[in-house]
């Protein structure tokens, strides 16, 4: 029996929060093997709902796991890219047996951006159709919450206690945080501090496309297209005898359409920004600087205070 392949760094979440671009620049990387499943979850061993589980893909055994990372031992470094991992409370543990000497790596977003962002992608996949406060209120008030079972808007914001439990596994030296807004603004910088910390070619970060967006938002072409996206047939059908590259080709230029994302809910904006204010003083007492990146929704929030919640997305009837 060959030896098994773990990976040696874990881009571990924030969900809806540039893991997919980190994922893509990485890839590119000579030094570094991502396999083209980027989100395998293995870790968090999600048991999904009955009828979310055609929605939530994962790879649920060892053998499928290893199958994905077939060559990858000709690589110094080995990728997961799995944005449940920095949620599930057992994940920290579960990859620390089989990887002790692991490279974490965290990137976050605003809470409130975050939350917001991940609520547009379930109301465009047709997960829902309720309004965005009314989303938020449903999954924070409920009992059942699970990755796979609830949506967790709220509780995959609250990075502080994350973090720690990453740094307290794996130590903080070992645990690699940065921001959305800055690989947005600086991303060759971000990368090689990247690279610094995975102790790869830095220069080879410069080779990397960084033009190309990645998951930017789009608007779904119709119900039509949201009553697709939510169908079990469908999913089968996109996830199973489609290559992954053609599924997501199909979904972003098929089924959605460019637009500009609809501004919060100024009453869903102050719930969450209650919420969070408190955990991102923590979050800068942990990190021992300010971050004031992750107050971006405060500030504009200021700058659309009037704008009217009719342009919000309502509970869809006929074509949006």
């Known amino acids: 029996m060959s030896q098994r392949i773990w990976p040696n760094f874990y881009i571990v979440g924030a969900v809806k ?4 671009s980190l994922y893509a620049y990485l890839r590119q990387h000579p030094q570094v093997f991502l396999p083209t499943m980027k989100e395998p979850h293995f870790f968090t061993r999600p048991h999904p709902s009955p ?5 939530i893909q994962y790879v649920a055994n060892v053998e499928q796991y290893q199958h994905l990372y077939r060559g990858a031992n000709q690589f110094p470094r080995i990728g997961d890219a799995s944005p449940s991992y920095l ?32 609520y547009l992608m379930d109301f465009n996949e047709g997960v829902l ?19 796979g079972i609830s949506q ?6 609250r990075y502080t206690a994350q973090i720690i439990r990453y740094q307290q596994r794996f130590g903080a030296d070992h645990v690699h945080v940065c921001l959305l807004e800055d690989l947005k603004k600086t991303p060759l910088a971000v990368l090689e501090g990247i690279a610094d910390f995975l102790d790869i ?24 297209a949201r009553r697709l996206a ?68 405060w500030k504009a929030f200021e700058a659309i205070k009037d704008t009217k919640p009719s342009a919000l997305p309502q509970k869809p009837s006929g074509n949006i």
């Not at 929060?17 to 997919?20: A, E, F, K, L």
């Not at 009828?51 to 929605?55: A, I, K, R, V």
């Not at 637009?259 to 003083?281: C, H, V």
């Open 201 to 224: 070619d830095r220069a080879a970060m410069r080779a990397i496309d960084l033009e190309t967006a990645h998951n930017a938002h789009r608007l779904p072409r119709g119900n039509w």
């Open 152 to 157: 967790l808007y709220v509780e995959l914001g």
């Open 87 to 118: 949620w599930c409370e057992e994940a920290p543990e579960r990859i620390h047996a089989v990887q002790p000497d692991a490279r974490i790596i965290i990137i976050l977003r605003d809470p409130v951006q975050r939350a917001y962002a991940q």
């Open 51 to 55: 009828e979310q589980t055609h929605l």
């Open 129 to 147: 159709d309720l309004p965005f406060m009314e989303a938020l209120q449903r999954d924070w008030t409920r009992s059942d919450k699970g990755w």
């Open 17 to 20: 929060s540039g893991t997919t």
């Open 230 to 297: 939510s169908g079990r047939m469908s999913r089968f059908i996109g996830e199973h005898l489609f290559p992954h590259s053609w599924g997501e080709y199909i979904w972003r230029h098929i089924f959605l359409r460019e637009g500009r994302k609809p501004p919060m809910d100024s009453t869903a904006r102050r719930f969450l920004q209650e919420l969070y204010a408190p955990e991102i003083e923590r979050l800068e007492h942990l990190l021992g600087r300010p971050l004031p990146d992750l107050r971006v929704s």
